[in-house]
């Protein structure tokens, strides 16, 4: 209690570098397992790209003036032998690799055949093949170390040569519901709500390249239900994220089971509106690495916030990715300051112009606008924003098509 809020651009530069320094080692991985994955290396090409000169087109590969002598054929996957005299040409299919001693290649649509069996026509001036070392040098570095594996890079390492790649794995996160109060089905009433974030955290986890597993909740309301439950969710987990409690209510015992379990706080408590009670700690692992748990707030939107602040960056850093970069939206419509802490407003983005509009329902309690949002738009502290300001905005992790 009584911490000063951390600013909210450095908070979430203490938690992506606290991340990065625990990031778990690098390991081999079958290419074909590596979607979702970091690139724990650059990708450097294994071969010259392409590696042996290859015919773009279907055709003749000629050598000299024509007309020319039809001596052979050659299809992709083969190895042909050299065009050794002038005047002569070997059929040749697209994707198969260019003779030797060949000076053109003629496309089979342009060629025609004498009467005495020979080819004839007009090679294009320009090379109908690709030459090797074209696209990429043996050795040449096509991708960062920290570069997510997504398919495009799957299918270039595959091009390159690669059977494995060094990776960073997707870390492994687990999720501590708090609060008596929680249902976790049929209709809220009678002072019980539903739980709301039990459900969609996981899913937001998964957005951000995590893999989430454990999930319990509600855990009890006593200290000792709680330090059970967080010592439990460490085996198996790099990030533990936990639901309500971060206050100091009589039922909050999130912070003394923190202080039970060895934690140190990376952030304890940020200037931003809402989800101020938001931290992130390290707690000691069973091996000696750290564990980092996120305390996400109860109110639902304020856990969000919480989510897309915080377990954004760290799980940036724990990737070996690099921090994010936030786009820049164009406010549409007023959005106010909140003094000295930065406010996060849920804004909806324009598909077409990129202008980002305040949406309605945006109370902690709710979660209407977060449900219609894009993302929020950042109000730095001590400015507010007016139409037309440029402001920084924090995606919502959703998937291409899942935008509102
Ligand atoms: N005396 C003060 N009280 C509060 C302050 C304050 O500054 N002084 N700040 C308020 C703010 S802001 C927030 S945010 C909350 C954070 O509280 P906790 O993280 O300790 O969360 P809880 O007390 O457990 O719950 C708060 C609220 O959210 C509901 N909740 C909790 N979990 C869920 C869930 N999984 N799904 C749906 N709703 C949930 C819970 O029922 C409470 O209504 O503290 C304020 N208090
Ligand atoms: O900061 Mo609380 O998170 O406003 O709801």
């Known amino acids: 209690m009584g911490t000063a809020p951390v600013d909210w651009e450095e908070a979430r530069s203490l938690v992506y570098a606290a991340g990065l320094a625990a990031a778990p080692p690098a390991v081999e991985v079958p290419l074909g397992e590596t979607d979702g994955h970091t690139l724990a290396a650059p990708l450097t090409t294994l071969t010259d790209l392409p590696a042996f000169p290859t015919s773009s087109v279907d055709g003749w590969a000629v050598r000299g003036q024509g007309p020319w002598r039809v001596v052979g054929r050659v299809l992709a996957g083969g190895t042909p032998p050299p065009l050794a005299d002038d005047g002569t040409t070997v059929e040749i299919a697209t994707g198969a690799m260019l003779p030797e001693g060949a000076t053109a290649v003629l496309r089979v649509e342009e060629s025609s055949r004498t009467g005495d069996g020979l080819v004839s026509g007009t090679p294009r001036a320009q090379a109908e093949w690709r030459a090797p070392g074209e696209e990429a040098r043996r050795g040449e570095a096509l991708m960062p170390a920290g570069s997510p594996v997504n398919p495009g890079v799957i299918g270039l390492a595959a091009s390159c040569g690669y059977d494995t790649l060094p990776v960073r794995r997707p870390p492994r996160a687990a999720l501590l519901v708090f609060g008596d109060e929680l249902l976790t089905a049929g209709l809220p009433g009678a002072g019980r709500v539903r739980d709301a974030l039990g459900t ?72 931003v509106r809402p989800g101020f009670p938001m931290l992130v700690a390290r707690i000691p692992g069973p091996d000696g690495r750290p564990r980092f748990l996120a305390g996400l707030p109860g109110n639902p939107q304020s856990a969000i916030v919480a989510l897309v602040s915080l377990v954004a960056p760290l799980l940036a850093g724990l990737q070996g ?84």
């Not at 010592?231 to 971060?246: H, N, P, Q």
Request: charged share 15%; proline share 12%; with cysteine.
């Open 321 to 404: 990715r690099p921090s994010p970069v936030l786009p820049c939206v164009t406010l549409a419509e007023a959005v106010p300051g909140r003094g000295d802490f930065t406010h996060l407003a849920l804004v909806r983005v324009d598909p077409v112009d990129g202008t980002a509009h305040p949406v309605r329902h945006v109370g902690s309690a709710m979660l209407r606008g977060l449900a219609q949002s894009d993302g929020f738009a950042v109000i730095r502290p001590g400015t507010s924003g007016e139409p037309g300001a440029q402001v920084p905005l924090v995606p919502l992790p959703l998937l291409n098509g899942e935008r509102p």
């Open 200 to 271: 969609p955290v996981p899913a937001w986890l998964r957005r951000y390249g995590a893999e989430p597993g454990h999930l319990h909740g509600p855990v009890e309301d006593t200290l000792p239900a709680h330090v059970d439950a967080i010592r439990k969710a460490i085996e198996g987990a790099d990030l533990i994220c936990t639901t309500g409690g971060t206050m100091h209510g009589p039922v909050d015992h999130l912070h003394p089971a923190l202080a039970e379990l060895g934690a140190e706080y990376v952030v304890n408590t940020v200037a």
